[in-house]
């Protein structure tokens, strides 16, 4: 799709929205409701969306929102779509979105619970590696060695970021995917062919967050860039839970993590040997999903 | 009160209404601006054309909007795109990327898009603002005519040969600029109401104090005709041509019969127009371009130099002429020195000279300004004058500008305003480092195209917007308006974070403090 075309796609978000400025959620969003059109059900777990939308009566997105308790995404979107399709609304795209924290952590048990009952709908993950709503809190989506509020100087994230996709992948769902805001065409791509697909569907979008990475505002879509192009967030898609693809790969090697991690303060006084361990885990993280990508070639 | 648009977007169920009333413009403490820099190309253009801006509405196939942009500096650009060297597009950064743009097809398609959609102005303007005589009809006289007429002047033009056109005409052989859009253009000059007077000798058949008294001002712009003499021995025998006389009668279709071999001597366009011109002539079979100082130190173009070798022009070079030998009356050969150039100038080595047998030599030595029509004035300090009799013997976009620049103060001396200022800041330009191509994957670079629009959509548009799209793409803020085929800021909602300046593929944002 050319630049212009994507540009000249009707917007669903509206301007005077409350996200910091260069949020990397605020622009996923806005290619997310692009891409899925108008006729739209969002559900809102407890994070910064919730706050980026507004407080009544002011609303950023041009299609309904219900907001709902933390722990329970997954089960209020399967309790929206079975009420939609009582009421015979059955063409309605209905959207779940929510934080690192709601998905990774908090909204796990119910996100798998819809998972394993394959509910209609579409689970967006918008992952901003901690709870920045709250101000900046460890989660389990935080990356090896990252500094937050609650693991402060000398302390940092100790254990690697929680695997969602092969969490996803293990619960065989019709189709999951990785996605960032650099590459709006492959992200608009993935939703649009999520659409089409019936049964659970889960989008998971590394959006940078300037306060909380103490990066440059301006810096939003070169770190999601970057993260792409090191290896640290590859994109590709899982169908089925077994065939997986790669989408958007970078071209010729890829660029060393220190790259990405230099110009971010969560991840300043980093020692030479944590940047190297996890040098080492994307590695081998890669690795992996090229095996997995290889074995899974011919069973599409 | 909310705004007519908000209004509209009211739920009327709940009440809720957009964010748009939350006007996120205060937060802003960094502000994004159009910058407008330098590109190389337009610091290469011999016409300070502005190249990303034209080549941005020819993106957008506005053929009528690039005209605009390109006649505020090249009038014709449908003659420019044939004859001028192009040097703007030698520092093209695309070509670090892949290949230069090819700027002179696309300015061919704007010159012809004017050709074909002319339409003579419905209303003429009522009051004449004053009236200018222009000595001489080529590529200055006709530019300093054409932006004089623009601004509401009363325009002759006196031409002494019997074609108006001059260099456009006489001197640039038909392959490389094609009479008959020569022809479209100057048939458009008088359509807009331009006399042209051709025939007519000024200082001879009309003296210039008569133009003084007749008109409000003069533009001199007579050109360098004069041909430089060498000296050499024989010189004067049958069948040694001066290129410029040479070139003017093949141009004006009378007999230029001439023998084989042809060796022309010299290093500049003319000699190469010569040469190739030779070439198509029937009867000769062979041309040889002989320069005195190396291939590198050629004053030609490039471009016309391989052309002419590709066509079959043999070239030899550090060659000076000694004699020309003639056998009776007619040319018989020249003999060369070998020579070469050192800091002190020609050194000549007559042990390694050679004879080269001819039967035409067409001499290419350069022209002279001939200041003849300086005695009839008065008062020599108050007149305008520009082109090749200004500058010496150069390139046809220079005359242009030459032109242009005259008609600026002309205008400004008639109606009593200060001199235009023409000084520019100096700016270096855009260089291919500073461009930021890691959208690359989202603008989706293409190789060459075929067709102008799509041509020009290769454009990189160094520090000039060029409406690629990518600021509106990447905005998180929905502060980046569509208007009219072009991107525009909305301060009213951006918060300032820079996302559009760090990724702008042409750097043509800034960020500036405050609101």
Not at chain 1, 100 to 118: M, V
């Given at each position: 799709?050319r630049i212009?075309?994507?540009?000249r796609?009707?917007?669903?978000?509206?301007?005077?929205?409350?996200?910091?400025?260069g949020?990397g959620?605020?622009?996923a969003?806005?290619?997310?409701?692009?891409?899925?059109?108008?006729n739209?059900?969002?559900?809102?777990?407890?994070s910064?969306?919730?706050?980026?939308?507004?407080?009544?009566?002011l609303?950023?997105?041009?299609?309904p929102?219900?907001?709902?308790p933390?722990?329970?995404?997954?089960?209020?979107g399967?309790?929206?779509r079975?009420?939609?399709?009582?009421?015979?609304?059955?063409d309605?795209?209905v959207?779940?979105?929510a934080?690192?924290?709601?998905?990774?952590d908090?909204?796990?048990?119910a996100?798998?619970g819809?998972?394993?009952?394959?509910e209609?709908?579409?689970f967006?993950?918008?992952?901003?590696?901690a709870?920045?709503?709250?101000g900046?809190?460890?989660?389990?989506?935080?990356?090896?060695?990252a500094?937050?509020?609650?693991?402060p100087?000398?302390l940092?994230?100790e254990g690697q970021?929680?695997?969602?996709?092969?969490?996803?992948a293990?619960?065989?769902?019709?189709?999951a995917?990785?996605?960032t805001?650099?590459?709006?065409?492959?992200?608009?791509?993935k939703?649009k062919?999520?659409?089409?697909?019936?049964g659970?569907?889960?989008i998971?979008?590394?959006?940078?967050?300037?306060?909380?990475?103490g990066?440059?505002?301006?810096d939003?879509?070169?770190?999601s860039?970057l993260?792409?192009?090191?290896g640290?967030?590859?994109?590709y898609?899982i169908i089925?839970?077994?065939?997986?693809?790669?989408?958007c790969?970078?071209?010729?090697?890829?660029?060393?993590?220190?790259?990405y991690?230099?110009?971010?303060?969560r991840?300043k006084q980093?020692?030479?040997?944590?940047v190297?361990?996890?040098?080492?885990?994307?590695?081998?993280?890669?690795e992996m999903l090229?095996e997995?990508?290889?074995?899974?070639?011919g069973c599409? | 009160m909310l705004?007519?648009?908000?209004?509209?977007?009211?739920?009327?169920?709940?009440?809720t209404?957009?964010?748009m009333v939350?006007k996120?413009?205060e937060?802003?403490?960094?502000t994004?601006?159009?910058?407008?820099?330098?590109s190389?190309?337009?610091?290469?253009c011999l016409?300070d054309?502005?190249i990303p801006?034209?080549m941005?509405?020819?993106k957008?196939?506005?053929w009528?909007e690039?005209?605009?942009?390109?006649?505020?500096?090249?009038?014709?650009?449908?003659l420019?795109g044939?004859?001028?060297?192009?040097p703007?597009?030698e520092?093209?950064n695309?070509?670090q990327?892949?290949q230069?743009?090819d700027?002179?097809?696309?300015?061919?398609?704007?010159?012809?898009?004017?050709l074909d959609?002319?339409?003579?102005a419905a209303v003429?303007?009522?009051?004449v603002?004053g009236?200018?005589?222009?000595?001489?009809?080529g590529?200055?006289?006709?530019?300093?005519?054409?932006y004089?007429n623009?601004?509401?002047?009363?325009v002759t033009?006196f031409e002494?040969e019997?074609?108006?056109?001059?260099?456009?005409?006489?001197?640039?052989?038909?392959?490389r600029?094609?009479?008959k859009?020569?022809?479209?253009?100057l048939?458009?000059l008088?359509?807009?109401?331009?006399r042209f007077i051709?025939?007519?000798?000024?200082?001879?058949d009309?003296?210039?104090?008569?133009?003084y008294?007749?008109?409000?001002?003069?533009?001199?712009a007579p050109?360098?005709?004069?041909?430089?003499?060498?000296?050499?021995k024989?010189?004067?025998?049958r069948?040694?041509?001066?290129a410029?006389?040479f070139?003017?009668?093949?141009?004006?279709g009378e007999?230029?019969?001439?023998a084989?071999?042809?060796?022309?001597?010299?290093g500049?366009?003319?000699a190469v127009?010569?040469?190739?011109?030779?070439?198509?002539?029937?009867?000769?079979?062979?041309?040889?371009?002989?320069y005195?100082?190396?291939?590198?130190?050629?004053?030609?173009?490039?471009?016309?130099?391989?052309a002419?070798?590709?066509e079959?022009v043999?070239?030899?070079c550090?060659?000076?002429?000694?004699?020309i030998?003639?056998e009776?009356?007619?040319?018989?050969?020249i003999?060369?020195?070998h020579?070469?150039?050192?800091?002190?100038?020609l050194?000549i080595?007559?042990?390694?000279?050679?004879?080269?047998?001819?039967?035409?030599?067409?001499m290419?030595l350069?022209?002279?300004r001939?200041?003849?029509l300086?005695?009839?004035l008065d008062?020599?300090?108050a007149?305008?004058?520009?082109?090749?009799?200004?500058?010496g013997?150069a390139?046809?976009?220079?005359?242009?500008?030459?032109g242009?620049?005259?008609?600026?103060?002309?205008?400004?001396?008639?109606?009593?305003l200060?001199d235009?200022?023409?000084?520019k800041?100096?700016?270096?330009p855009?260089?291919?480092?500073?461009?930021?191509l890691?959208?690359?994957?989202?603008?989706?670079l293409?190789?060459?195209?075929?067709?102008?629009?799509?041509?020009?959509?290769?454009?990189?548009g160094?520090?000039?917007?060029?409406?690629?799209?990518?600021c509106?793409?990447?905005?998180?803020?929905?502060?980046?308006?569509?208007?009219?085929?072009r991107?525009?800021?909305n301060?009213?909602?951006?918060?300032?974070?820079?996302i559009?300046?760090?990724?702008c593929p042409?750097?043509?944002?800034?960020?500036?403090?405050?609101k």
């Amino acid at each position: 799709m050319r630049i212009e075309e994507m540009n000249r796609e009707p917007e669903m978000l509206y301007a005077g929205h409350n996200a910091c400025p260069g949020c990397g959620a605020a622009l996923a969003v806005r290619y997310l409701t692009k891409a899925l059109g108008a006729n739209l059900a969002l559900v809102l777990t407890a994070s910064c969306w919730s706050i980026i939308t507004g407080m009544p009566p002011l609303t950023a997105l041009k299609c309904p929102i219900l907001h709902c308790p933390f722990p329970s995404a997954g089960s209020v979107g399967s309790g929206v779509r079975r009420g939609l399709n009582v009421k015979g609304m059955h063409d309605t795209t209905v959207v779940v979105l929510a934080g690192d924290g709601g998905t990774f952590d908090i909204g796990l048990q119910a996100l798998s619970g819809a998972a394993q009952r394959n509910e209609d709908y579409i689970f967006v993950c918008y992952d901003n590696e901690a709870y920045m709503n709250t101000g900046m809190q460890t989660s389990s989506a935080t990356p090896f060695g990252a500094r937050t509020n609650t693991a402060p100087y000398p302390l940092f994230k100790e254990g690697q970021k929680k695997d969602i996709m092969r969490i996803m992948a293990a619960h065989s769902v019709p189709y999951a995917a990785t996605a960032t805001v650099a590459f709006p065409e492959d992200l608009e791509n993935k939703l649009k062919k999520a659409q089409e697909i019936r049964g659970f569907r889960f989008i998971h979008i590394l959006s940078p967050c300037p306060p909380g990475w103490g990066t440059e505002s301006s810096d939003t879509i070169h770190l999601s860039r970057l993260a792409v192009s090191t290896g640290f967030f590859p994109l590709y898609e899982i169908i089925n839970g077994v065939s997986w693809k790669m989408t958007c790969q970078p071209e010729g090697k890829r660029t060393p993590l220190k790259d990405y991690l230099s110009s971010q303060r969560r991840f300043k006084q980093m020692e030479d040997i944590r940047v190297d361990a996890l040098q080492e885990e994307v590695d081998h993280d890669w690795e992996m999903l090229m095996e997995r990508i290889a074995a899974s070639k011919g069973c599409e | 009160m909310l705004p007519e648009v908000i209004k509209e977007e009211v739920c009327y169920a709940c009440g809720t209404e957009p964010s748009m009333v939350n006007k996120t413009g205060e937060w802003r403490f960094l502000t994004p601006e159009r910058a407008d820099r330098l590109s190389p190309c337009r610091q290469g253009c011999l016409l300070d054309g502005e190249i990303p801006a034209w080549m941005e509405a020819v993106k957008q196939e506005k053929w009528e909007e690039a005209w605009q942009i390109m006649s505020q500096y090249n009038p014709f650009p449908a003659l420019t795109g044939y004859v001028c060297f192009h040097p703007c597009t030698e520092d093209c950064n695309r070509g670090q990327l892949d290949q230069e743009i090819d700027i002179p097809s696309v300015e061919r398609a704007v010159g012809q898009w004017r050709l074909d959609n002319y339409r003579p102005a419905a209303v003429k303007p009522q009051s004449v603002k004053g009236s200018v005589a222009i000595v001489g009809s080529g590529p200055a006289g006709m530019s300093c005519a054409y932006y004089l007429n623009k601004g509401g002047y009363k325009v002759t033009v006196f031409e002494r040969e019997k074609v108006v056109g001059g260099m456009f005409a006489l001197g640039i052989p038909e392959y490389r600029l094609p009479r008959k859009v020569l022809q479209k253009e100057l048939a458009l000059l008088e359509d807009e109401g331009i006399r042209f007077i051709t025939g007519c000798n000024i200082g001879t058949d009309i003296p210039l104090t008569e133009l003084y008294a007749d008109f409000d001002e003069v533009f001199l712009a007579p050109g360098a005709w004069k041909p430089r003499i060498s000296g050499i021995k024989g010189e004067d025998s049958r069948g040694v041509w001066n290129a410029l006389d040479f070139l003017k009668r093949l141009n004006s279709g009378e007999d230029t019969a001439i023998a084989d071999p042809v060796v022309v001597i010299g290093g500049g366009n003319a000699a190469v127009d010569s040469a190739r011109s030779a070439l198509r002539l029937s009867g000769v079979n062979h041309v040889s371009l002989i320069y005195r100082r190396s291939r590198a130190e050629m004053p030609a173009g490039q471009v016309e130099v391989e052309a002419a070798e590709h066509e079959g022009v043999e070239l030899i070079c550090n060659a000076l002429p000694r004699e020309i030998a003639a056998e009776g009356q007619a040319v018989n050969s020249i003999i060369f020195d070998h020579c070469k150039t050192n800091l002190e100038g020609l050194v000549i080595d007559q042990s390694r000279s050679f004879r080269k047998f001819c039967g035409t030599v067409i001499m290419a030595l350069g022209q002279e300004r001939d200041y003849s029509l300086f005695g009839f004035l008065d008062n020599p300090a108050a007149f305008f004058a520009g082109g090749d009799l200004v500058s010496g013997p150069a390139t046809v976009p220079e005359a242009i500008s030459a032109g242009r620049i005259a008609a600026l103060a002309i205008k400004a001396r008639i109606e009593g305003l200060p001199d235009p200022e023409l000084l520019k800041a100096e700016q270096s330009p855009v260089k291919f480092e500073e461009l930021n191509l890691e959208a690359k994957g989202n603008l989706q670079l293409q190789d060459k195209q075929a067709v102008p629009f799509a041509e020009a959509s290769r454009c990189l548009g160094c520090g000039t917007c060029n409406s690629c799209g990518i600021c509106y793409l990447f905005c998180p803020d929905m502060a980046v308006d569509f208007v009219d085929g072009r991107y525009e800021l909305n301060m009213d909602y951006c918060k300032g974070c820079g996302i559009c300046f760090r990724e702008c593929p042409s750097r043509a944002l800034v960020m500036e403090g405050g609101k």
